[in-house]
């Protein structure tokens, strides 16, 4: 019987972070924003940390029930030197889509940016509710 032997994919002293940069699908320069996404009784909320991004370089999009969030950020200070030891800052672009959870109505959001947090509230759209019908039932003539 052939034994297999595991190797684990980060050897010690690896960079995990250099490691995960390597393998994540979006380009150089770009980040992902971490959302969070949650209703009240009448609206879907959804939040994110974009520190250092300026409100006029974020755009906000809702077709389809589904929520699009892109802008950019520059770093305006960089080294001469680019003999970084760590470099986590980050600058480029970014683009987040989400799901909401409910059907809502795009064109009522409002958006406030405070402290560096972006805050959208949408208002949920009213969905007809399904009437009931009763069914009525005729006597059959007896024969």
Do not use: C
Not at 37 to 59: C, F, I, M, S
Not at 99 to 114: E, R, S, T
């Amino acid at each position: 019987m052939a034994m297999i032997r595991w190797r684990p994919l980060l050897e010690p002293g690896d960079d995990m972070e250099r490691w995960l940069e390597e393998f994540t699908p979006f380009h150089r320069g770009a980040f992902v924003p971490a959302i969070d996404v949650y209703q009240t009784k009448d609206a879907v909320v959804v939040e994110t940390t974009l520190a250092g991004v300026r409100p006029e370089d974020v755009n906000i999009s809702i077709e389809n029930d589904i929520m699009t969030i892109e802008g950019s950020m520059e770093k305006k200070s960089e080294v001469e030197d680019k003999e970084y030891y760590r470099k986590e800052i980050r600058s480029g672009s970014f683009h987040r889509s989400v799901a909401l959870p409910a059907a809502v109505k795009g064109d009522k959001a409002q958006a406030v940016y405070d402290n560096g947090v972006l805050k959208i509230t949408v208002p949920k759209e009213e969905r007809v509710k399904p009437k009931t019908v009763k069914v009525q039932v005729k006597s059959s003539p007896k024969k």
